[in-house]
């Protein structure tokens, strides 16, 4: 089975220039947790997460007027359409990550795989071992570390112990 067999096609995009509230509102109208940014010719640039937006907006206090081009991840991880299936849950595994964008030849996005269209399509220990695998806690730092400043460690820690 391939990418193409079990990804959502045509997903809702934004532009770098588009604004966190714009995002936001995508991800309520398409139901999902990821959009998408591409250039004006179509090609991915990105991807803004509700994560990204939840640690790199609103955890600092920033405007929903903020441009997607400050939050969003860049050079996000991709496969193709016709990727295995088994090919997007490695990928997913190795850089924990629960959804992929699908490219086509020229880098444009024409679909996203996600852990739940895998889940869809394969048996169940497969299902269970990505899982597992993407949420496994990394020995590498965050590669984002979008909600592992300073002052969200100092917030945290005071919050779970009750003191900083």
Do not use: W, Y
Not at 68 to 76: A, K, L
């Amino acid at each position: 089975m391939k990418a193409q067999d079990v990804m959502t096609s045509n997903p809702a995009c934004c532009n770098p220039s588009s604004t966190v509230q714009e995002a936001a509102l995508l991800m309520v109208d398409n139901d999902c947790g990821q959009i998408p940014v591409v250039d004006d010719s179509g090609a991915l640039v990105g991807v803004v997460t509700d994560r990204d937006i939840a640690c790199r907006c609103v955890a600092k206090g920033n405007s929903s007027d903020q441009r997607v081009e400050e939050v969003m991840t860049s050079s996000p991880v991709t496969v193709t359409a016709d990727a295995s299936v088994d090919e997007c849950c490695t990928k997913m595994e190795d850089n924990q990550v629960r959804r992929l964008p699908v490219v086509d030849d020229e880098g444009k996005c024409c679909g996203i795989v996600a852990q739940a269209d895998i889940a869809r399509s394969a048996a169940a220990q497969e299902t269970g071992d990505l899982v597992r695998e993407v949420s496994e806690a990394s020995s590498e730092p965050a590669s984002a570390g979008c909600c592992e400043s300073p002052k969200a460690s100092a917030f945290t820690r005071k919050k779970r112990t009750g003191r900083s």
